[in-house]
């Protein structure tokens, strides 16, 4: 059975720097593109960076040149490094395998850019 566990989120101020992890169980990661999407309140939630099966990392404008997605498929984990965060980052953030047949969601890790 597909489990995510995203972790690390927390309270940082602007400028400040969090890592993000999500680890993957159920499925052989080798296999699958992962995205790390966020939702912020009351709105919809957005895929923000994404890596293709070879470490190709893809992103929103929003975050490009201030986030770095990686992937360690031996530790079936997916990071995501944020730098320079802004306030419009606050977002629960949640990781998920970009395949359509891939419907699980793990409960997310919560992100608060506040002074």
């Known amino acids: 059975q597909l489990q995510l566990v995203e972790s690390g989120g927390g309270l940082v101020q602007p400028g400040g720097s969090l890592r993000l992890a999500c680890v993957v169980s159920g499925l052989n990661l080798d296999n699958y593109a992962i995205g790390w999407f966020r939702q912020a309140p009351g709105k919809e939630r957005v895929l923000v960076a994404q890596i293709s099966r070879t470490g190709g990392g893809y992103y929103d404008p929003s975050v490009e040149g201030r986030f770095i997605i990686s992937r360690d498929n031996d530790k079936n984990t997916v990071s995501l490094q944020m730098n320079a965060v802004k306030p419009e980052d606050t977002a629960a953030y949640y990781c998920?395998?970009?395949?359509?047949?891939?419907?699980?969601w793990g409960r997310g890790t919560q992100v608060t850019v506040s002074s």
């Open positions: 998920k395998p970009l395949r359509a047949s891939v419907t699980t």
